[in-house]
């Protein structure tokens, strides 16, 4: 503790992006309210509001009520000037979008992609996308102030480089942080889709919980950790990554594209459903056809669905053990199969603990389509509020 902090102090508050978060979400209005939330000392939210106002992050609005000193000047978040871009790629589809100061989406659409048309082609036309959707959603005056990104594969966060990502040709080693900026006078930040959707969905759905798992389950699958509150990464930023998890009872044990057999990604996820129909001679050529598919009753389907089911719960049933998070909650198109969901319950209450499993939250994702650039746009806020 130093020696401006309070005893006792909170640790939610303790940095500048916290301030603001707290200042957008409507719980602060005030530099008492913030030192009284975040238990630092008045004179060390004063200096980080008035380092806040000067970025044009914070600004003044007035006076507030007095509790019977002098009246309070008024904080509010300048959700008219500044504009966030946000990028949430995947294997066939991104989501862009702009968002305001506060982290709420202004505008977003989707768009078709082909991943392997690989990084340069791919990158240079979201950017493209995702400054003119800025142009046209923004008001007079606002200023771009950074874009955040979310990529379907392994991100090293401190470089912004990807790392050995399966069914991504040509974008191994590249430096998305590097390339985005050389085209770009903002901030960029770059992290793995799953990070970005448990950031989403914990700020926007479930902030008061203390620890989480969020689970992606599209063509591929990932998750993302909240562990004491905020986005757990490890040491390489890849913790979270189950894709390639072994899955013992899979029989036979496929091989799986980063050479071993009987991983997650290759037994469960959207690709692996697609393969194995395919395999069975049914017209299925992306996920939303295997999901058609359910919908209709098909058994063939059904069944590789409860199976694969089986399987994330399996490998989820180590993690809860192991972390005994409050909520276990699934994304992506899979999230939509209630066989596959129906399946990954029964295992987690069948071989968790009853301890991990008394109070645990399994559940869909709530905040829908948006949640990665949500994420994405958190992130960014986060950066320009504390930057390196």
Same mark, same amino acid.
């Given at each position: 503790?130093?020696?401006?902090? !309070? @005893? ?24 008492? %309210? ?10 060390? /939210?004063?200096?980080?509001? #008035? ?55 202004? #505008? ?7 991943? #392997? ?35 379907? *594969? ?5 470089? *912004? ?44 759905? =479930? @902030? ?16 993302? /950790? ?17 894709? =390639? &998890? ?11 594209? &980063? *050479? ?74 899979? !999230? ?33 389509? %948006? ?18």
């Amino acid at each position: 503790m130093t020696d401006d902090e !309070a @005893p006792g102090a909170a640790v939610r508050g303790a940095n500048a992006g916290e301030m603001l978060r707290l200042v957008a979400t409507g719980a602060a209005a005030s530099r008492a %309210d913030l030192a009284r939330l975040s238990g630092l000392s008045p004179s060390t /939210v004063s200096q980080r509001v #008035e380092t806040l106002i000067g970025r044009g992050l914070l600004r003044e609005v007035g006076a507030g009520r007095s509790r019977g000193g002098r009246r309070p000047r008024q904080l509010e978040v300048p959700v008219d000037t500044v504009v966030i871009g946000a990028v949430d790629l995947g294997a066939r589809h991104a989501r862009i979008g702009t968002l305001d100061l506060a982290g709420r989406v202004v #505008e977003s659409r989707s768009l078709e992609v082909r991943i #392997e048309d690989g990084p340069e082609s791919v990158l240079g036309t979201l950017l493209t996308e995702v400054t003119g959707l800025m142009r046209g959603a923004s008001g007079p005056g606002a200023v771009l102030r950074g874009i955040g990104v979310g990529i379907p *594969g392994p991100v090293q966060h401190s470089t *912004g480089r990807i790392v050995s990502p399966s069914r991504m040709p040509g974008w191994n080693g590249f430096d998305v942080v590097g390339f985005l900026a050389g085209r770009t006078d903002v901030p960029v930040v770059v992290d793995n889709d799953a990070n970005l959707m448990a950031l989403g969905e914990h700020r926007w759905q =479930h @902030p008061e919980l203390d620890h989480a798992v969020y689970v992606k389950a599209g063509t591929g699958i990932g998750a993302g /950790v909240i562990s004491g509150g905020r986005l757990h990464r490890g040491g390489q930023g890849s913790a979270g990554d189950i894709s =390639h &998890c072994r899955v013992f009872t899979a029989d036979p044990a496929p091989l799986c594209s &980063c *050479g071993n057999t009987g991983c997650l990604e290759a037994v469960a996820s959207g690709a692996a459903l697609v393969g194995a129909l395919r395999e069975r001679g049914l017209p299925v050529q992306s996920l939303p056809d295997v999901m058609r598919l359910i919908d209709d009753g098909d058994r063939h389907a059904t069944a590789l669905a409860r199976t694969a089911g089986r399987s994330i719960g399996e490998i989820l049933a180590v993690v809860v053990n192991f972390f005994n998070p409050q909520a276990v909650a699934i994304g992506g198109l899979l !999230a939509d199969c209630e066989p596959l969901l129906a399946s990954v319950r029964s295992v987690l209450y069948e071989r968790c603990l009853p301890l991990a499993t008394q109070t645990l939250l399994i559940e869909r994702l709530g905040t829908g389509a %948006d949640v990665g650039i949500l994420g994405a746009g958190q992130l960014v806020i986060d950066r320009v509020a504390d930057p390196l």
